[in-house]
DNA sequence: CTGAAAGCGCTAACAG
DNA sequence: CTGTTAGCGCTTTCAG
């Protein structure tokens, strides 16, 4: 019987409807011999317990939301991925959401999750300044939500970092043992955290170190092979050429290491490139790409796990994770070669 | 307000609660003044609709469900981008599941998508013998879903197609145009549709070209790099090795990259590589990998087209939808060289 | 065009 | 341990 309710197993099984959604939910001690004829009638029936009417009641859902630029990329795909699986283990699913950082797209599926009553929102926005969430988070502060890798002004929210100061001084420190002085710096959207981070970072090894600023070996634009490409053949074509590129995300690297390779500059002979997120992209190029590593599947892991405890009640003041990035090394880098 | 019900909503504009419904789902003609009336009411409240409740009444959810092996893997990340894009256009949102092929961890998901009654599931196990996909196709032969790139034997549903014996076969009249006589074929996990169609069309072009088959040149394993980088090492070795590889995907093909370059056999001068999918990684190795593309986006597409047409009853018999793979020529394929 | 009333299928007191 | 009852918030006849 398709559609069975617990009216019809209550019947079948000769109990009530509440000995059925007691032995449904687990929700207090029911006479075994009761037990088995629901569950036996369960079985029969081949009825299938329709959790929108228990949602509706209990006021959960168990669905996530996951609100990201776009699954087809890598670093937000492996994110995506352990969030999905922490998930799962805790019995929530997820709904997917691609914005490609558009903030309209994004309020949209915002507004349809909430009217979905899904029970809390992952964010992977990268935008600092996202007016999205700040609304969300003043209409609602005590909604569960986690912001992964980034911060939104004047919002104290479950936020999952991980630390780019540390990332940034880690990869500049490498650079500068092989005796590169000469390092140019690609970073990726300015508007975002991880942009500007880094760019500090960077800025800030420079001054502690005694090393000369220059202001032509910065660019930065998008996450993307192009602008890595781009902003790298501009680099090399520069009349004193950086001996090292730092760049802010794989994919800029990626772009760098195919300008480098059309110009004829070998890696890392004459030209050493640095990537950031360590991807599965990472280890395919040719030469495999050193970069620092975030550890993109703890970061979706902890985030969801941080809404679950909020959800769940578990937690209630806001929670800042930040994990630690690690130096990868690969073929890509190698000592300055006079 | 938060949490207001359209009971507020109603005393507010000084309607009925029908009233309201009415123009939440413009079901029916509404006198203008009333309509903005309610209108300004629900701004005035914060009202949210509750889509538990609504969808407890319509028996449509508007969500779908993604079965799908590893959203990390980026064949599977494109095909998921165009699902959920093709969902959002259409007002549906999609709860995607990671399954690693495993049969129990599907079964489970497709268990619970059910319960919270979601409106379809697209699905893209590759296994040929699915019983989870048998057993809901004959408990529920009308449920709509869709599977894309395989098929499920006795199980006439919906499906996606990409015609593996035409991608082969222009796989391998390119190769041998080259003048490839000896070309290795590596496939990945043999139960699936994908490998036994293009070992197949390998073996048939074979045949009908009057080329010697030796079973030496075939394997098998799994759709990963590291099988083909195995696999591609046990060819290579071989006293006779194959001048070509062959790989049923992209990844087996950076294996095979990657066991050559290690070898010291160069590609394409000693080597031709060629893969299968034209995933994103395939522009980014080196030599950038020849290969046949799937139209990944289109296959996402349509297969979301396909159950949301079900699911709205606009169609009721199944539709097998074939797609055409195309070569696309890149840089590990070459000539061979005498 | 509008309102009253009857559910959708389930959970959660509450009384027994 | 079990049944009764009152909703959860909405859609949908059915009268009017």
Redesign the interface.
């Known amino acids: 019987m398709?559609g069975a309710t617990i009216y019809d197993v209550a019947k079948k099984a000769g109990v009530s409807i509440s000995t059925v959604s007691r032995v449904l939910n687990n929700s207090s001690r029911v006479k075994e011999s009761n037990r088995e004829r629901v569950l036996q009638a369960i079985e029969e029936l081949?009825y299938?317990?329709?959790?929108?009417?228990a949602?509706?009641m209990k006021k959960n859902?168990h669905?996530l939301g996951l609100i990201i630029a776009?699954?087809?990329n890598?670093f937000y795909?492996?994110i995506?991925?352990a969030v999905?699986?922490k998930a799962?283990e805790n019995h929530y699913?997820?709904?997917?959401?691609?914005t490609d950082n558009d903030l309209k797209?994004e309020a949209a599926?915002i507004?349809?999750?909430?009217?979905?009553?899904i029970d809390g929102i992952i964010f992977t926005t990268p935008e600092i300044n996202n007016h999205n969430i700040k609304k969300l988070y003043q209409?609602?502060p005590d909604f569960p939500m986690v912001l992964i890798g980034s911060r939104i002004e004047g919002c104290t929210i479950d936020t999952v970092l991980v630390d780019n100061s540390l990332g940034t001084t880690e990869a500049m420190q490498y650079l500068t043992s092989l005796g590169h002085r000469r390092i140019g710096f690609i970073y990726g959207l300015p508007s975002t955290l991880s942009s500007k981070e880094r760019l500090t970072g960077y800025l800030n090894y420079l001054v502690d170190n005694g090393m000369a600023r220059d202001n032509k070996l910065i660019r930065g634009g998008a996450f993307k092979?192009e602008n890595g490409y781009q902003k790298a053949r501009e680099l090399l074509q520069l009349e004193d050429p950086p001996t090292a590129i730092f760049a802010a995300n794989d994919l800029i690297a990626?772009g760098a290491l195919e300008a480098a390779?059309e110009m004829g500059i070998e890696v890392p002979g004459e030209l050493s490139i640095l990537g950031y997120d360590n991807t599965?992209?990472a280890t395919?190029?040719?030469p495999r790409l050193t970069c620092v590593a975030q550890p993109m599947a703890e970061m979706g892991a902890r985030a969801a796990e941080m809404v679950i405890e909020r959800i769940q009640g578990r937690r209630s003041s806001p929670k800042v994770v930040t994990l630690l990035p690690r130096l990868v090394i690969r073929d890509s880098t190698g000592p300055l070669r006079r």
Chains 1, 2 share one sequence.
């Open positions: 398709a081949g299938e317990r329709n959790l929108l009417a949602a509706l859902t669905t776009d699954i087809a890598p795909a492996e995506a991925r999905e699986d799962a699913n997820v709904i997917v959401c691609n797209k599926y507004t349809i999750l909430r009217q979905k009553r209409e609602q092979i990626i390779r599965s992209l395919i190029t040719f």
